[in-house]
């Protein structure tokens, strides 16, 4: 399954909570369903959402607030259901990118690839200038091992935004694939300069160590750990660490800690074997 998706769900601005009581009943139900979005309430937000559509069916917005819906399923861990939503709204509005866009990653989560692939695609035929796809398109085209694809999208990606995250993430992830970890380091410099988390943090620490760069990784570690405590990979890569220090008992200390937030034992195991 790729990393790196990023669902969108189509927010309106709350109008005041005095504003709001001048607003339609329609206008009231959606307020009402965003709050609730905020506050990871999906199936509350989905019956306010459905109760807004049966206040008024033929309002035009109806089809953004049927995409939402589709995107509220897939949080609550009901992807098929989200697809069937997100086919509906795409046949209401067959130009719409983002509802393509989020289909495409709903059908990726599902490892229906080739149908990912085709939603991608659709979606560059619609907005040739979008950079997005074709970064998806690239991950889609690794995990297939298709190197030739996949070099050809993170050129597309250049060309529209040559220093993008996008197109740092996308070539790195490539040349990592290729086991060219020296030629990737760059990008992924470039990607931590554009989006400082734990996780790309760990991934460069991953290439340091594999290079044997033992102070680079122990750097990225600390830094990946200020920004995210709970880290599971960031402590099962200090453990690692730790191991090539031949320090034991803080290696089998934070391999207990990559497991308590979330790494498989069974991984962490073959990795410090």
Known sequence: MLKYLTITLIMW??????ALADESP????????????????????????????????DNPQ???????????????????E??????????????????LMNRAKVYTALDMTDEAIADYRRVCRLDTLLADPHYYLALLAIERADTTEALRQADTLASLQPDSYYNHMARSTILLS???IKEALPHLTKVIELDPDAANYG???????????????????????????TSGELYLYRA??????????DAR????????YGVAAAHVKSLLE
Not at 206 to 225: K, N, P, R, V, W
């Open 203 to 229: 991934r460069r620490a991953l290439c340091y160590l594999i290079q044997g760069d033992l102070g680079a990784a122990a750097d990225d570690i600390a830094a990946g750990l200020v920004i995210d405590p």
């Open 26 to 57: 329609y206008m009231q139900l959606i307020g009402q369903a965003d709050k609730q979005v905020k506050k990871g309430n999906w199936a509350e937000a989905e019956q306010l959402y459905r109760e807004a559509i049966r206040s008024e069916p």
């Open 62 to 80: 109806n089809v953004l607030l049927t995409a939402n819906i589709g995107m509220l399923q897939y949080y609550d861990d009901r992807a098929h």
């Open 178 to 180: 290729s086991g060219k």
């Open 253 to 260: 200390s934070d391999a207990e800690k990559a497991v308590r």
């Open 82 to 99: 989200a697809i069937a939503t997100l086919t509906r709204a795409h046949e209401q509005a067959p130009v719409s990118v983002t509802i």
């Open 240 to 249: 690692m660490l730790n191991k090539m220090r031949f320090r034991p008992d």
């Open 13 to 18: 601005l709350l109008p005041t909570s005095s």
